[in-house]
């Protein structure tokens, strides 16, 4: 009898320990979480996925974007490189061809001092042509004799003595203006 009831006493204190215990899962459930879990895992996994493929949608535009832009700029850097080429050499052809036209100007008072010197004549008629030509371009003469001293238009290099404020008495060389700036002023000699 004490081997029955140690065996039923054996029982009983392994019966309240199973009864405390939780139930055992059933098969059907312990399968269910895994594919409950995989399905979790591959919706997060799409949904990873879309995010991947829009984020390098987006970078795909961005940079497809950039390089327009980079392109747009690199055109209008050469556009602007050959437009200041081309007024470069524009303004070049035009000096070239006012100083052409100048010179061309000149040549009849250049053959006016020719003929003065195979004849022996003056220069005066030369001389006049050659100031004609000028001044119609621009050229005017600073001869300020009996003015008063302007020293933006003139060099006193000489002084007299007199009454009064300084006054232009004589001119050692004329000066001139080119429309309207002066180029070289003249040489004076000053009184007072």
Known sequence: M???TGATRAEETQQPEAAASPEPASPATEDA???DREAEFDEEDLELSEMEA?????????????NDYL????????????????ILKQ????????????????????????????????FEQA???????LTKEGLERIDPVGEAFDPNEADAVAHEAGDGGPVVSEVLRPGYRWKGRVLR?????VKG
């Open 127 to 133: 001389r006049d042509k050659l100031v004609g030509i």
């Open 91 to 122: 303004q070049s052809e035009h000096q070239q061809r006012a100083a052409e036209a100048l010179v061309e100007k000149l040549l009849e008072p250049l053959d006016t001092f020719e003929l003065a010197l195979a004849h022996g004549q003056g």
């Open 2 to 4: 004490s081997d029955q």
């Open 33 to 35: 979480a895994p594919e």
């Open 185 to 189: 002023p003249a040489m004076v000699k």
């Open 71 to 86: 392109d747009q700029l690199l055109r209008t850097r050469a556009d602007f490189d050959n437009y200041r080429k081309r």
């Open 54 to 66: 829009r984020l390098l949608d987006d970078m795909d535009r961005l940079q497809s974007e950039r």
